[in-house]
């Protein structure tokens, strides 16, 4: 049985307005849980000083907007490589 992308964002709006609930955090429970469909999920931008390599490897770390703020970048122009993601995985570590 499938129901659509439309249907199930309107369940979801319906939900959240009569359970007072914010939909922004059900979409991210259900996305993290795999019960959304591909329309559906969350659009994660890639931002402008990180390679795609480092960038790939921070999100399956689950790295945040803050930790990566922390990483200073030795790639040129500052941009954060795979090398910088891994050192401050390997110091988060040894904390």
């Given at each position: 049985?499938?129901?659509s992308a439309i249907k199930l964002m309107a369940i979801i709006d319906t939900l959240s307005d009569k359970f007072h609930?914010?939909?922004n955090d059900?979409?991210?429970i259900l996305s993290e849980?795999?019960?959304l469909p591909k329309k559906l999920l969350p659009k994660i931008i890639k931002p402008?000083?990180?390679s795609t390599r480092a960038f790939k490897e921070a999100y399956?770390?689950?790295f945040t907007e803050v930790e990566l703020d922390k990483i200073k970048g030795s790639?040129?122009?500052g941009c954060i490589i795979l090398k910088d993601i891994k050192h401050f995985i390997n110091n988060c570590d040894e904390e």
């Open positions: 049985m499938a129901t609930f914010d939909k059900a979409i991210k849980n795999e019960l402008l000083n990180i399956e770390n689950k790639g040129k122009n």
